[in-house]
């Protein structure tokens, strides 16, 4: 895979927008010390290029209802292509599984899952395995409270962005 060459200037917006998406095009322009126009010609430049997903804002979910966050390790029964291809379409129409990954090592993948309540998440753990998803075990671990979630450090992963 071919990386998307950034300079210091790219690399100073994608990490003001990591913490701050909502920023308006002129703070950051001023944030990165370019001219709006400049500011928004590489913002378009790199949303074209691939280097930024989305938009999105952190709900305050505990401000807002009831709820439980469980990260699942979970095992399949088989390890065929079409196994795996199985699990992540049944995984893909559970709104409840927030995040999905697939592991190397022990485990086939890490599943984090936002519920109601746990006996939600029970159902829905249920369901899974009725879904004929694959599933052969699975390790519940409950979120007891959020230590720390910050994006990803972009100026430790691409040191050598030139100026």
């Known amino acids: 895979m071919a990386f998307i060459k950034l300079d210091s200037r790219d690399l100073a917006i ?3 927008l990591a913490r701050e998406g909502r920023i308006a095009k002129t703070a950051l322009a001023e944030r990165v010390n370019l001219g709006a126009s400049a500011c928004a010609e590489r913002l378009g430049r790199l949303e074209k290029a691939g280097a930024i997903d989305g938009y999105r804002a952190e709900v305050a979910l505990r401000r807002l209802a009831p709820h439980v966050t469980v990260f699942v390790l ?22 409840e599984i927030t995040g999905c990954w697939a592991l190397g090592g022990g ?12 006996d939600a998440y ?13 599933l052969a075990r699975y390790f519940s671990y409950i979120v007891t409270k959020p230590v720390k979630s910050a994006p990803p450090p972009l100026d430790l992963l691409i040191p050598d962005a030139s100026g």
């Open 14 to 16: 994608l990490q003001v």
């Open 122 to 134: 029970q159902r829905l753990m249920d369901a899974l395995l009725e879904q004929n998803a694959g």
């Open 74 to 95: 979970a095992e399949l029964g088989a390890h065929r292509a079409e196994s795996f291809q199985r699990f992540e379409a049944v995984v893909a129409r559970h709104d």
């Open 107 to 118: 485990y086939d993948y890490l599943l984090q899952v936002v519920t109601a309540d746990i």
